[in-house]
């Protein structure tokens, strides 16, 4: 069998991106008191210190709410943006394209920072004020991903489906909407990822005592380096892939992007 030069390249960027993940699942099954890897032993004890940690647990549920509130929020906005945006003349596309995706050309720590900037003075240092932030961040993927379903759209269907009476809104929801909906899907998980791993906007926006997972990891590893860290982080990522692999075989949107 004759392996070419690009799927070995192929093989060690994947090796790169996953042996992190793989080191911080090892680390929560030591039985030290530090993180460590290889892990010196196994036990499952610092999965259970994790799931009776308030302060793990309680940014876990925060974070996962706001991530599924900036994922609603930005997959409506975000669909009706990108449906407008797609529209041949629609009046200033231009401008509004480079206005919505702005946040992705913009480093995250500077975005932060005007946030806070912003949100003190309008005392939104609280759970909405995560929210909106997260929905800053999360609506470029929504409407980048829906415009890619868009484009690749037929425009006659829709046509047709109004000459036989159909109204706007029939059209959009028995037409348009079926045939984006693997952009509409994409984007929603996507979304949902950014949302629920970000940690500068988190940082910034989060009050104290109140900080989502990826924040209080973050506090967790620079004052108390211990594996029930890497077993909450686990926990995320085992949740991360077996919700990413539920919609996948519901959806199939990864098939359906790539046909």
Known sequence: MKISVTSIFAFIIYAIIIAPVLMVVGASFTETRFIAFPPQGFTLDWYWRALNDRALMGGLWLSVTIALTAVGISTVLGTMAAIYLARPKAFGGAVLSSFFLAPLNVPAVMTAFALLLAFTRWGLINWYGLVAAHVVLTLPYVVRSVLVSLAGLDSSIQRAAGILGASPLRVFWHVTLPLIRPGVV????????????????????????????????FNRMQWLAEPSVAAAATIAIVATISTMLILERRFSFYQSMFR
């Open 186 to 217: 994409a984007g929603a998980i996507f979304s949902f990822l950014i949302s629920f791993n970000n940690v500068p906007v988190s940082v910034f926006i989060s009050s104290p005592g109140s900080a989502p997972l990826p924040v209080v990891l």
